[in-house]
């Protein structure tokens, strides 16, 4: 059984300073700030993740399952927005159902964020993504069905 996902220190450190970069605009392969309205506050939430590409499709997969921008995106129906530089796209992001999902989820996990060189991948996929996971990258599709119902995946489309 996977461990819950808590974002320690290090990650809320890692996500400042990406979106710090992501917001100046600097090359950063596929990552966005995905800014999404808090389900109880209302206020904007920043949060910097891959922008997974499949063909012409764009999906967010969430790695470390149902956490806070999950709930926050379900709760704005799916309306968003995500930003590079000064760049603002704004977006709905539609989530598969764990038939569909599984398959991206598999894909993202396999081949990492887009354009991000393979040493980086597979060192971020060992230490930060697989003790959340109850799959690896050589697991049966079922497998990759049965985490898909725990870890979220959204297509987004340009609004």
């Not at 596929?30 to 999404?36: A, K, S």
């Not at 470390?64 to 000064?86: D, P």
């Amino acid at each position: 059984m996977a461990k819950p996902y808590r974002a320690g220190w290090a990650v809320r450190l890692s996500n400042a300073w990406m979106r710090i970069v992501l917001r100046a605009g600097l090359p950063m392969w596929t990552f966005r700030v995905l800014t999404v309205p808090g389900r109880r506050s209302g206020r904007a939430i920043e949060t910097p993740l891959a922008v997974f590409e499949q063909g012409d499709r764009r999906y967010l997969v969430a790695s470390y399952g149902t956490v806070n921008w999950v709930r926050n995106l379900r709760a704005a129906r799916g309306e968003a927005a995500l930003r590079h530089g000064k760049h603002v796209e704004t977006v709905t992001a539609v989530e598969l159902p764990p038939d569909q999902a599984a398959g991206v989820f598999r894909a993202a996990l396999v081949s990492g964020p887009p354009r991000v060189p393979k040493p980086i991948v597979l060192l971020y996929r060992r230490f930060f993504v697989l003790p959340y996971l109850d799959v690896n990258v050589d697991s049966a599709p079922a497998q990759f069905l049965d985490n898909a119902r725990t870890h979220p995946v959204f297509e987004i489309r340009s609004a």
